[in-house]
């Protein structure tokens, strides 16, 4: 039995809330081949606020809150820190809506939405954090960095994750406009070309947003930029119930991070009403990861069990929370999973 230790980091608002179902609910899959341990970290804002570090030194809850920010004023996101700092360059955001979770969307029958976007995350826009220019209060600049490394890289893992789902790769992009991404979409184009199995298209990002809308099942993998990939991941969030079905992954060569797409939320912290299923599917993303890279099919194996009680405890009904018509709070769903396990 391989033994794996965890750091946790609750972070901020409800992300110190839902983080306690997603080890509730890894702990109810441990064993059966599988030894975890935790250990816990402290992240976010609140620490911030005490000590002006806002990283000390990975599932991980949420961190920021609007009124702690930097000098500059840009506002404390440390999830961002650990992104560049242990380049974690893959943003795996699944879309996927589950029978039972309702939709904003009327689908046809027999259709559903199923898709993962892979957000470059260490360059585009976000490159410029930190940095910027302002002149006075009448001008204010920020570069978009795009490299052949960096487009390389988001783009094989893109292509390799397509080869084990529908085999459709969708490069989204504004290259109809700016050099930057006309040079990202000839890079996704060359690493292509390793890739036969897999059919590649493209798309404006403007056009993406309304396609994803008009006709979400067409999509399967979608390779973007930091800054749309940001955008069009809350977008696609919204369409399968929420941020708070929406897991990710911030995937490096040798670390990864999982926290759900959702951010503190203030206004309910402290109630108890927050939905974790998005961080109890970032476990099970994590619990993947870790079997690919380990090559531990004990840990593969556990992701799926997770998903797969998620998926059970959604279609019954019984223990959904607030934000998907529910009366169910934080705790209750999480109990929920964990027994299904």
Known sequence: MRPYTIAVIGGDGIGREVIREGVKVLEAVAGRGLALTFEEAEVGAELYRRTGEDLPAILFGAAGL???????GTEIAPQVTLRFRLELYAGVRPI?????????????????????IFRENTEGLFASRGGGAAVGREVAADTLIVTRKGTDRIARRAF?????????????????????YLFFREVVQE??????EVTLDGAYVDAMAMYVVQRPWAYDVVVVENQFGDILSDLGAATVGGLGMAPSGD??????LF???HGTAPDIAGKGVANPTAM?????????????????????????????????VLAAGGTLTPDIGGRASTAALGDAVASAL
């Open 280 to 312: 109890i599917l970032s476990a099970a993303l994590m619990l993947r990861w870790l079997g690919d890279r380990h090559k531990d099919p004990s840990a593969a194996a556990a992701g799926d069990r997770i998903e797969a009680a998620v998926a059970e």
């Open 191 to 196: 690493v292509g070309t390793e890739f036969p």
């Open 160 to 180: 390799e994750a397509a080869l084990g789902r529908r085999r459709r790769l969708t490069c989204v992009d504004k290259s109809n406009v700016f050099r930057s």
């Open 259 to 261: 926290q759900p797409s």
């Open 251 to 256: 995937i490096g060569d040798r670390w990864a």
């Open 66 to 72: 609007p009124d702690v920010r930097f000098p500059d």
């Open 96 to 116: 996927k809506l589950y029978p039972g979770v309702p939709s904003p969307l009327r689908l046809p029958a027999g259709r559903t939405i199923d898709y993962v």
